[in-house]
């Protein structure tokens, strides 16, 4: 019998050749498998990240409608899943404000490890490759959460995306930042103030800078579902307007114990890095999390501008930052941080500097090394490289891409580190007056100046009287002047050149003519600026183009202008007029007031007649198609102004 038994044994021979057959059928499968796609197309490459194949009946649409998603991993973990390599029931639609994808899938699944749900973004790649952007700076606020857990940006996976067969390009699948993700409680019907809140700053506006009403709030909200809160906003935002500066840093009742104090530190040090806009107030969550103390916090959103790209170009890598002056300064605080920052007694908040200052060795030291965060990028980036020369058709700005965001990291952490060690306080609201062209200071273009509009709520201020400072050639303002009393020429609108100065916001070739109609038959003239202004006037019918001018913006506005307002000698009617629209939720002129000044030069540019004053005027913004974008949501009807 074990004779028998011992010839059934296969030959050492065998029992070594056995396994290496094993293992190469286990490889060439393998690598079968990754080159060829069946039914979505084949591709030439084996894949470096995850593929979605979507197949539909209908294109993808704004309205939802079903389809079929297969979720293909290439890590051999994830293929072990349920839901990998099978098709999976789900609604899909485009999403409104990125043009990305945003499905339900009809049963939760833990896709990649993310979380368990059936709730998903796909967020496109966009101009200047914004989907790895988009990832880079979840993992890059993520890496702080050591420290910080009670808040995180979610987690995401770049993936590669067909539709029926047709190559999309790569996409950044994510989670959604709701009540799940931030480990909120559900909603209490029992005890109301107990409940949980997520708000959202609507159409890039939000951050306290104007305070809402019912009518027209700044806010959406995210959580809860069936529970109204708009009053929260509105009551952070008159807190933060109205609190004395005593009030306002109490250690017992002020602003840190409403706000988390660490939220609102590392935020700003990331808005730092990474250049994104938190900083100025814009793109932001609101939540409140009734199981920490303090509750509320804020989060980033919407990177489009981060890592030294925005959706039309590059960013200097020195944004925000003098390095010459080992000085902080922004365009536009956000209200927050200006009353943190900007104090009226600048000892009030030397103990808060103190802290950032500690925070951001702390972060340095631990967690946002340049040489880590330059390793993280490079890691990520050669994952995708084929990815990203497939979805940007050019291996040239792909190259110069990766270097950019390489010197982006090293340029910009080594400067936050120079000034954030110097002694004095380095935070600054006094801007240099020469203007810079950077798209994010003055030029925003006509498809971003709705997002930028809010900024210009600095200029409408009524808490101050603001200044204007107009340096022009001699010859050009009594060529005006001439015009005005001219009876057949003073209705030519005709723009001459200026410098213009506003609150030490400066600008050069900027528009400025007497305002026509009933202003010429007063002695003290009216004014209108127009920043965009490509065709200038310059006196013996001689005209200057510079047609580079025509997307540009002034903070989001296109012109201002200066009223003498002849019939009203307490400057307070319309002031008064517009605030009760504004009470009432009726769109309006912003209105505020400015003091005025102009510098006559010569044609070399020394100057004729010192800085003159001119008086009080009223500062009010143009009904322009800006202004129609902004205080309406169908903008598309007509604007008749009378005679």
Known sequence: MSDSLEKLKPSR????????????????????YFSYQDSTGSIIYSPEIP???IELSNEISNSSQQCFIKFEPISFEFMQTNWANRYLAADIRRRNSDGG????LYQNENLFDIRDDDDWL???????????????????????????PNYRLPNSKLVEVYINGKYQGFYLLSE?????????DQENFVNIEENDIIFKASNWEGDFYNIPNSTDSQWDQIFPNAINFSHVPLYLTQYIHNASEEDFFNEDSGIFTIFDKNSIIDNLLFGLLIGHEIIEGSSFYLINNHKIDPGFFILPWNFEKSFGFYEDGIIPSD?????????????VWSKLYYRLLFPKNSSTNQKFIIEIKNRWNSIRTNFWKSDNLIAYFDNLYSSIHKAIIRTSNSEDFVLNFAENIRNWLNIRGNLIDEILNEQATIFTNDLEAPYRANPEVFGFSSSTARRNYFKSAVLFSTQEIHEVSVVIQRDYFDDMVLRKLDPYRWNERLFMPSIITIDNYSMDNVGFRIRSNYNRNYPKDSFKLKFSETEFYLGDNSYKNIPENKDRRFLGLRRLNLRAA???????NEVTGYEIYKILGIPHTRISWTKLYITEIDENGNIVKPKEYKGLYLLTEDIDKTFLNYNFKNPEGNLYKTC
Not at 122 to 144: C, E, H, Q, T, W
Not at 566 to 572: G, K, L, N, Q, V
Request: proline fraction near 4%.
């Open 51 to 53: 593929i979605i194949n």
């Open 122 to 148: 796909l967020l496109p790649s966009g101009n200047n490759l914004a989907a790895l952007r988009i990832k880079m700076a979840f993992d890059v606020y993520n890496m702080l959460r050591e420290n910080s």
């Open 566 to 572: 002849p019939t009203d000698f307490s400057f307070m």
């Open 13 to 32: 021979f065998k029992r070594e050749i056995i396994p290496f057959i094993i293992i190469s059928v286990i490889t060439i499968s393998s690598l079968i």
């Open 319 to 331: 944004l925000w930052l003098n390095g010459e002056k080992n000085e902080i300064n922004s365009v």
């Open 101 to 104: 994808f945003s499905f339900e």
């Open 176 to 184: 959604r930042i709701d009540r799940k993700m931030m480990n909120l």
